[in-house]
């Protein structure tokens, strides 16, 4: 079945789908891809400013699916914000990060108490840093979702 569209697209609905499937997983590939090119590098002995054109793609991208997700009152296909969830998610970052400082530690040759209590903190401040960003997103999610639903009440 042919559907009509504005503009320049040729494609039936069922082609516009797959389209965007094909689109979305690109876009995941891509995003993934650089995070695990910066960490790679970094644990190779690079630098931040070494990894800076990854990192700045990284937060182009991710800027956007943030701010056109929230804009469209959008959280996750499967699940939506809670404490909970928010609390249980930004362990992964801080798993990670603690993680990476281990692996530099282990490749260090004198390790002291300071080097382990630094990562530790690092750890424990990815963890507190991304459980706030969460909950102000899911405030700013709650208020746009809240918005766009009364509009459709109206």
């Known amino acids: 079945m042919k559907m ?6 040729a494609l039936d609905e069922m082609q516009d ?12 590939i891509l995003f993934w891809g650089l995070a695990l090119a910066v960490v790679v590098q ?18 182009i991208g991710g800027a956007y699916v943030l701010a056109t997700s ?4 959008l959280w996750t296909r499967s699940a939506t914000p809670t404490r909970k969830r928010n609390a249980a998610v930004s362990i992964i970052p801080a798993a990670i990060i603690g993680v990476l400082n281990v692996i530099k530690l ?10 382990i209590l630094i990562a530790v903190a690092f750890a424990v401040g990815t963890y507190i840093v991304c459980f706030v960003v969460l909950e102000v997103l899911k405030v700013l999610y709650e208020k746009r979702r809240s918005k766009l639903d009364d509009v459709g009440e109206e």
């Open 4 to 9: 009509k569209h504005n503009g320049n697209n």
């Open 17 to 28: 789908q797959k389209m965007l499937k094909m689109e979305e997983y690109g876009y995941w």
């Open 42 to 59: 970094l644990l190779l002995g690079g630098s931040i400013r070494q990894v800076a054109g990854e990192l700045i793609v990284l937060l």
């Open 70 to 73: 929230l804009k469209n009152g």
């Open 106 to 115: 282990i490749q260090k040759k004198d390790i002291g108490t300071n080097d």
